[in-house]
T-cell receptor
Framework: EADIYQTPRYLVIGTGKKITLECSQT?????MYWYQQDPGMELHLIHY???????EKGDLSSESTVSRIRTEHFPLTLESARPSHTSQYLC???????????FGEGSRLTVL | AQSVSQHNHHVILSEAASLELGCNYS??????LFWYVQYPGQHLQLLLK??????LVKGIKGFEAEFIKSKFSFNLRKPSVQWSDTAEYFC??????????????FGSGTQLTVLP
């Protein structure tokens, strides 16, 4: 069973607020990822990291930022949330090839 | 950019029926292929994968998938579904470029509902 945790699971906030979605894994994986998913749509990669102090933007442009100060922790931050940021955010990690991912349960964000 | 197509958005079957979910991708080079599953209320998890070798791969819970390179397809099959197979299924492709794996591209998913 994968040990990757996301908090909060659900978040409803007002426009303009700063939010941080937490993601932690206890497996010691070097690779971590953030995906964005809207209902009935593909998962889109928005950020990834191959190790501490290494972060890259994914295929989908996002106004969010990430940091990787510790191996086990990969938080995602939105400085000023807008309704267009309403979505589900999935965190994943891997210690193998790029495609073999362990996912968290997701954080569903609603911005009013 | 590569894309992954899952043409069936919602499939409804009765228990014991056979299942085939379609997956086609657009990348012309070498690929790694995956099927992920998300059961209700649970996280996404790997169902099966193809890297090389036998194009027919077997995964957990009796699922299998066949890679047909000429058709750019990686369809998921199960001979006899159970109510517990109700879930959303995602196909994913990992293009290999210059010997390195690039990031995963996911399809939009197929919701499978199995009626008891």
């Amino acid at each position: 069973e994968a040990d990757i945790y996301q908090t909060p699971r659900y978040l409803v906030i007002g426009t303009g607020k700063k939010i941080t979605l937490e993601c932690s894994q206890t497996m010691g994986h070097d690779k971590m990822y953030w995906y964005q998913q809207d209902p009935g749509m593909e998962l889109h990669l928005i950020h990834y990291s191959y190790g501490v102090n290494s972060t890259e933007k994914g295929d989908l442009s996002s106004e969010s930022t990430v940091s990787r100060i510790r191996t086990e922790h990969f938080p995602l931050t939105l400085e000023s949330a807008r309704p267009s940021h309403t979505s589900q955010y999935l965190c994943a990690s891997s210690d193998r090839g790029v495609g073999e991912l362990f996912f968290g349960e997701g954080s569903r964000l609603t911005v009013l | 950019a590569q894309s992954v197509s899952q043409h069936n958005h919602h499939v409804i079957l009765s228990e014991a029926a056979s299942l085939e979910l379609g997956c086609n991708y657009s990348y012309g080079g070498t690929v790694n292929l995956f099927w992920y599953v998300q059961y209700p209320g649970q996280h996404l998890q790997l169902l099966l994968k193809y890297f090389s070798g036998d194009p027919l791969v077997k995964g957990i819970k009796g699922f299998e998938a066949e890679f047909i390179k000429s058709k750019f397809s990686f369809n998921l099959r199960k001979p006899s579904v159970q109510w517990s197979d109700t879930a959303e299924y995602f196909c994913a492709v990992n293009p290999i470029s210059s010997g390195s794996a690039r990031q995963l591209t996911f399809g939009s998913g197929t919701q499978l509902t199995v009626l008891p």
